[in-house]
């Protein structure tokens, strides 16, 4: 034991059960007993979150102290053993360094009292804006503005209370820490570390109105990709319900509307999940040519084209997702009343037919051949799915994660171009897939991931698979290269 802790060894030894922080006098705060390995953290609040907070900072090896406005009025056994409920005043004077507001912004005017005591401390805010798109300041800069004498860092505004108590290492979940003063910014970011999670630093407290929106935001990358696989939905759907329905009861009165909820939705949905996929690899593509056009790879690229390579993950994943469906609504047809009305019409016109053998060998190899294709191709998309997870991701090193999602990649979209041009066969020739000079909607789904697949073999020949290589090692065409960047005299220079 530490010279410092003996004391109070002694003192815990005269009596166990009289608490560290017992608080004989409403307006006097004792001080509490310090000791190196248990710093003192206090927390202004009583709620939900401040609770969890001390949780967790209880189990992370501190020692914490809540102030409330009336501490009488707090259940007994709603805070931990080791946390010392007092007022607020107290529970700032007992903190050693940093202290959380853990109090809604609107309240911030009721904590004026304790500005002095609060000199010299670093003030954590933990709160968020009830509002995107404000006009207003953020709360930290407003909190900054009443204690001008206090170091006020904004924290932990994206953990949830759920968070703080889902275990003492919860390394997974990232907390953006902003501030003005760089050594308190430092303190917070270090106790963040202490408490399991990884701290990024975005800035000074400027910063803080960007990261109090942040948990007010709904999947901020996903919309561009939703919208996208939303509307080439609605593009095949209405190409098939204009082509299998409409048409035809307009010019004949054929009643095909029985295909609205099932057959058409199963023939948009691997449409629309083939040209997703192609869409996760048509910006690389883009990318290639622009370098290779530029002569270097220091010229950024446009911000359409940054925003797309962003957003390939989330293209991926809703194609899986259209895949997947596909796979459910394909094994679902045979299950559905129409698919055993026409099994019993082809069987009854076979039998009036006087037909004993219906075997088509062609028709045979044409189902194995694109039933087997589209199984592989799903399960290579299913992979990709599966590594794209950041706990699968993390554990693969750079060149096993890019041949994964590059490699396996395209393999997947040749095994889905097979599965659709199997299931077509020689069908695209016949006079009778065009009806009303329509083309059938699977030759439409293959043009951009032919597209794709095309470019990417025109990429791999050697000419432009070196010189893509030197680019992205630094080289740079002579009408780009600055004249500090060229060879010393005697170099033979890039060939």
């Known amino acids: 034991i530490c010279s410092s802790c003996r004391p109070l060894q002694a003192v815990m030894q005269v009596d166990m059960k009289t ?7 409403p307006h006097v705060s004792e001080p509490l007993p310090r000791c190196p390995g248990g710093p003192v953290i206090g927390i202004i609040g009583s709620g939900d979150f401040s609770r969890s907070l001390s949780i967790r900072l209880v189990a992370s090896g501190f020692r914490v102290v809540v102030g409330s406005r009336d501490p009488s009025r707090v259940p007994r056994g709603l805070f931990p053993d080791g946390v010392e409920l007092r007022s607020q005043g107290e529970a700032v004077d007992g903190a050693e360094r940093v202290v959380f507001a853990a109090v809604y912004p609107e309240h911030y005017h009721t904590l004026v009292g304790l500005r002095e005591r609060l000199a010299g401390k670093v003030l954590v805010d933990v709160s968020n804006t009830a509002r995107l798109n404000g006009v207003e300041r953020s709360n930290a800069e407003k909190l900054a503005e009443l204690f001008p004498q206090s170091s006020v860092v904004k924290a932990f505004n994206v953990v949830s209370a759920w968070a703080l108590q889902g275990g003492a290492r919860d390394g997974s979940r990232q907390v953006p820490i902003c501030s003005d003063c760089s050594d308190s910014k430092a303190e917070v970011l270090q106790l963040s570390r202490r408490l399991g999670f990884s701290p990024v630093d975005v800035g000074g407290l400027c910063a803080s109105r960007e990261v109090e929106e942040a948990p007010l935001l709904l999947f901020p990358s996903w919309g561009g ?3 996208v696989t939303f509307l080439l939905f609605l593009f095949f759907y209405g190409y098939s319900f204009i082509r299998r329905v409409l048409l035809p009861f307009i010019d004949k009165g054929e009643n095909n509307f029985n295909r609205l909820p099932l057959v058409m939705v199963n023939e948009a949905l691997p449409a629309v ?31 359409w084209l940054d925003g797309w390579l962003c957003r390939r993950k989330q293209l991926g994943l809703l194609s899986f997702v259209c895949a997947g469906l596909h796979v459910l609504y394909s094994l679902c047809l045979a299950l559905r009343r129409a698919a055993s009305y026409t099994l019993l019409n082809a069987a009854y016109r076979q039998v009036k037919a006087g037909v004993e053998n219906s075997w088509v060998e062609q028709q045979v190899w044409r189902s194995d051949l694109y039933l087997s294709c589209g199984i592989l191709g799903f399960g290579v998309l299913a992979l990709l799915a599966v590594t794209s997870l950041p706990s699968v991701g993390n554990a693969l090193n750079w060149r096993e994660f ?15 171009v097979m ?13 009778e897939a065009y009806p009303y000079f329509l083309p059938p909607m699977f030759l439409l789904a293959l043009v951009l991931p032919c597209v794709v697949l095309v470019g990417r073999l025109v990429l791999a020949l050697p ?5 893509l290589t030197k680019i992205r090692r630094g080289w740079e065409s002579a009408r780009h290269r600055r004249p500090e960047n060229l060879d010393p005299p005697g170099h033979c220079g890039d060939v």
């Not at 608490?19 to 006098?25: C, E």
């Not at 890019?402 to 889905?416: K, M, P």
């Not at 599965?419 to 006079?431: E, V």
């Open 273 to 303: 999940a083939l040209v997703t996929l192609a869409l996760v690899y048509l910006p690389g593509l883009a990318a290639a040519v622009l370098q290779l056009g530029r002569g270097t790879k220091y010229e950024r690229f446009p911000g």
């Open 19 to 25: 608490p560290l922080l017992a608080s004989s006098a």
């Open 463 to 467: 000419c432009l698979t070196s010189r």
């Open 419 to 431: 599965h659709t041009l199997f299931f077509g066969w020689d069908f695209a020739f016949l006079p």
């Open 225 to 227: 990709p939703v919208l």
């Open 402 to 416: 890019t041949f994964v999602q590059s490699g396996l990649g395209y393999a997947a979209l040749t095994l889905s």
